[in-house]
């Protein structure tokens, strides 16, 4: 029996290469058991290919896993009874109903939905009056809860979900929060991949992602307080004309879209009302006018960004030096 904290899975130099696109790229991160561990990133950045490999689904390049101390390529037979998995999509069988698809995936494991209904009975009773439907005329939200039961039914020690929440309502991914909420309550250590930056702040720890290589490791609340960087948000009439300006200021380091306003880093990391005012009198020289500038409050988001960039710069001097 795995205690709270103890390394449940530990993710080493694991690469994945298709065709001359690097998947993953020298990946390392440790699981702790009974956390709530995010793979944070855009489309691409590699999150599905380390999943699948960490499912068994595929053979990774280089490098190796061990979950539950057992190798994921080795021992694949032994892991995939002891994981819970819920891929991006919806994988159920449609024709099948609510009921159907639960007796089928509870009976590949040998077990029924009697046998384990208390592990599923918060989500699944959301859809039980619906039990005769079929799967493919079901919400999206409630696809989502038959299968994540589907994914939970023979009571596996590590559950994985691939961008569970993307294409589903705000309401949804809220209820859906509050699932994994209660599930980490219960000891089941969750791995969840997601693209929306606001769900980062709902995970224990976070592994940033971009372009198969790791950005930064850490609880959420402490990426942002690592964060040096000033950023300004900045805000005028003319946004696209902003934009474009923007990134010809000469201490211009990275401009981009947030909300309303556009958040702005420079290479002096300047922060102070003089070098507000030099800003603000390049732009009225641009002809902008109505010009708001403060210092924004740093998110996770920012943080990425600025990774991000970081990270592109680094990839587009190896590719020069080459």
């Known amino acids: 029996m795995n205690k709270k904290n103890d390394i449940i899975l530990k993710i080493e130099n694991i690469s994945k290469t298709f065709d001359k696109v690097i998947a993953l790229n020298d990946v390392n991160i440790s699981i702790k058991s009974g956390e709530i561990f995010g793979l944070i990133g855009p489309d691409g950045a590699g999150k599905t290919t380390l999943f699948r490999i960490l499912t068994t689904l595929l053979l990774p ?12 390529v080795l021992d694949y037979k032994s892991i995939r009874k002891k994981i819970g998995y819920m891929p991006g999509r919806f994988s159920l069988y449609q024709d099948l109903t609510v009921e159907e698809n639960l007796n089928f995936f509870a009976s590949v494991y040998g077990t029924t939905i009697d046998e384990n209904y208390d592990l599923i009975k918060d989500i699944y009773k959301q859809i039980e009056p619906f039990k005769n439907r079929r799967a493919g005329a079901l919400s999206g939200g409630m696809k989502q809860k038959l299968a994540l039961s589907c994914a939970l039914i023979h009571k596996p020690e590590i559950l994985f979900l691939d961008e569970p929440t993307t294409g589903v309502d705000a309401v949804s991914r809220k209820e859906f929060w509050e699932m994994l909420s209660k599930l980490k309550q219960n000891g089941l250590t969750i791995l969840v991949s997601t693209p929306y930056m606001d769900e980062a702040s709902l995970c224990d720890r976070v592994a940033l992602i971009y372009e198969g290589n790791i950005l930064e490791i850490e609880s959420p609340q402490k990426i942002v307080e690592n964060h040096k960087e000033n950023i300004l948000a900045i805000l005028a009439k003319k946004r696209y004309k902003l934009i474009k300006d923007l990134n010809e200021f000469y201490d211009v380091e990275t401009v981009f879209t947030f909300g ?6 420079s290479k002096s990391n300047k922060c102070d009302d003089k070098y507000f005012s030099e800003i603000r009198t390049f732009l009225e020289n641009r002809g ?12 996770i988001e920012d943080c990425f960004m600025s990774l991000m960039n970081k ?3 680094k990839s587009d001097t190896l590719k020069s030096e080459q």
Not at 260 to 265: D, I, M
Not at 291 to 297: E, P, V, Y
């Open 61 to 72: 390049d280089n490098g190796k896993a061990r979950m539950l101390g057992l190798d994921v």
């Open 311 to 313: 990270q592109s710069k």
């Open 288 to 299: 902008h006018e109505e010009i708001f500038i403060s210092k924004a409050k740093i998110t």
């Open 260 to 265: 309303e306003n556009l958040h702005f880093t």
